[in-house]
């Protein structure tokens, strides 16, 4: 009996390995000689774990999980296998241009990682709460929009029984990560990095406005961060919100525990609009698969992921954790809601990707640690633009030094 | 009473052994707590820099990582624990939710705290089972406080040995080039950093040159191109003239080291290790010894510099203990007045290293180094006592040997080549842990060959490279090569 480790980032939650090891059955049908363990890894642990067996080697997992953008990085620093070594007739033909691009090491053919499940950014709202606070749901086309929604919602919806705040925190790590804010850097007519990877452009000024657009939910309260229980705040689909950014379906309703009711309730009312973002633009996040460089069991390893990437396997795990399989995206809705179908179809022809530079998982270090100070800030209320923009300014210099010697 | 004495007394025997790490030991701590206290969940927040983060939860029997900051207000539950509250209930979450604090007993530190949670219910922790959550809670953080004490001393024998390898390394480095590159190569190895980089100062120039730049999987690349001057607003210039480091250069500082190399107060180079590309922190506990190595690395590289000027004022070369060109010239001529009077035989032998180049370029010049020593001792251990050897230049070794017709002379060296095939030279770094080596040899003799000191160590080197062209590892007399291919004596 061989042994597989596949890490996986928390896909699901609390549920994340139950759904996966269920999801595994077919595999272990059609491959009874290799027994799959699963691990679930926070993306830090994950980057932090691979590093270290690139490093000094020891024992790594044989598949992972990862953003599509950190593959470049990775690649980089000898983490991952080449897949064109283990297939040599190795076809992306079946995943769109976009994806394809995120499974090669920078500049090169090499292909180091295969698109998984997807998620297109929407934002969720509650029919009944924007109606009480004399909101239209036309209104949340742009991000101005978006805001007085929030203003008037504080104002006037949070008497809706179990409201707490306008918009649910999409991140659970009290924290604010480059996916959060590239969707509004990209609103506000803004980009993260220069098109050919050699510079920063967030510490310009539209990418600053768009920042500074996620950061005021934060700071005005309206999107909070953790409760004083350190326990997440509950999300629109258990009643607390009337706002929600997901990239996801909703999720099904629970059928015991105190907080049914109030999602019951809520999901009466739930309806999707596009990012308000003026004009659709929006974050298309993309998990892939990859072989671990220093796998023993290299084509066991690539068995499993060519299973859990395969169409079938793809499709069922995305619609088993409310995502979208990788080469199908929207086009898995049936025809029970065609409202929802029609937003996400939207969504995923204007949704943009976090590029996949030669060491953006790198760069992504070096943001989230600026963002951590600011948030330190908005839990002190002590945020304010000036500190944003000072804070920017100095992380681009630190990502500009970066890429003064590894930018391709 | 008895029943929570008993969970008390289990949890303590069972958790009594050794731990490697953190990890293992609160996957075991918690999954007996949460049973003892008939929890679903239990969350485990550990304190870092004045914030608590939430770093693993158990969830229905599964240990998850997780990664969450909690940015403490005073009034919350786990702020009260913190300060010194034994056990909080949390009032605002919709379920039933237990803090207690991560803190041994009788101590006043905590180290984090536990969240017990019911998702499914309602129903409070009663009394006993906070108690005993409590008791838990506090054996486990005893056994915290214990491995990482351990995890401590493992790391700073870890340190340990990498002081003794990297000061074997020094010591044993000749040349700057080498030396330097091998010696990077273990500060990257055993400090688990993305690069190393290293300069050297020009005084007379006021310039800091590139010298080596070694990445986190051990390749070297030459940073020759690159010279800084000193007089500049570049951060290497700061560093060495010792101005305090600018905004940027804070940021990083957990990141990007600079270590000043210097010998008796003077600045003579820089080195520059760094983690940017994996964005991991360099402790200060490394910093430190870091720093040290500095101060060696200064030494050693000062050593060789010496080493290389001392060299070349010398009648034998230190790294193969066998005269130098300049002194062979001069036993040459001694030699050749001898034999022009009447004396015996005199063969010369030129010999040169089968694949040196593959050698030093797949392993280094200090492997290089190290099989032209050995070969130099061999060389000196099977020669008769009349016999001269010395290092004509890179690999290439000639030797005198009075009293030898050429035949004697290949006998010789024949004896030689087999001695030398048995030799093995240690490989450091690398997966190969030794490797071979073989040589061709070229016979000439006074005078069928020549009776001059230039055509002799002419038609010596044809022989050579006919052996060489003939395959490698093997002996030949001139004689020889001219009966086996005839156009040698054309050219």
Redesign the interface.
Known sequence: MRELNLWVL?NSG?D???SLREHLYAFHREHPGIKVNIA??????L??RL??A???GGKGPDVVQLPSYWTS?LA???ALADLGELDPVLDLARWPASLRAQCRLDGTPRVHSLPWWVEARILYYRRDVLAQAGVAPASLATWDGFKDACRRISKKGLSVAGLQHPVANPN????VALADVAPCVWSRGGDLFAADGTRSLFQRERAQRGISDYFQLLSSGAMP????????P?DLFEGACALQFSGRRPPPVPR????RLLARRARRHVAAAPFPSGDGTTLLSAWNLGVARSTDVPREAFALLRWLVGGAASASYAQAIGAFPAAEGAAIFGPEDPELRDVFEEAFSRARLIPNLS?LG?LE??FERGM?RL??DV??RRWTPEALRTELI?AA??VD??LS??AS | MKSRLETLYRYHTRLNRVFLTEDALLDAGVRLASRAVRAERVGVFLAAEGELQLRYALNRDLWLEMDEVVHLKDSSALSRLLEGRRTTLSATAPHAVLYVPLSPSGGDEVLGALRFERPGSRRCFSGAERTTARLLAAELAQNLVRTRSGSARRRQLKRLEALTDLSAVFASSLRVEDGVKLILQGIVRHFSLDRARLYLLERERQVLRGEVSVDLRGRAASLRGEEIPLTGDHRFARVMRGDGPDPLMKRYEERVVYLPLSVQGQNIGLLVVDNLLSQQTIYGEDIGLLRSFAGQIGLAVDNQRLFEEVQSLSLYDHLTGLAVRRYFNQRFQEELYRVERGGPPLSVVMIDVDHFKGINDTFGHQVGDLALKELGALIQKRLRKIDFPARFGGDEIVILLPQASAEDAANIMGRLLVDLRELRIPVPFSSAKEIGMTASIGVAAYPEDGRRAEDLLHRADEALYWVKTRGRDGVCTYQQALLERPSAADR
């Open positions: 928390p609390y994340t390995v139950p679930v890894r926070t993306p830090r642990s980057w932090d590093i270290a690139a490093k000094e990085t980089r620093l000898g659970p790590r009290e924290s961060l953790k409760g004083e229980s350190g326990l997440a509950l015991r525990g105190p907080k060491v790198s270090r070096v951590e948030v330190r839990a002190r100095h210099s630190e030094y970066i010697f590894y």
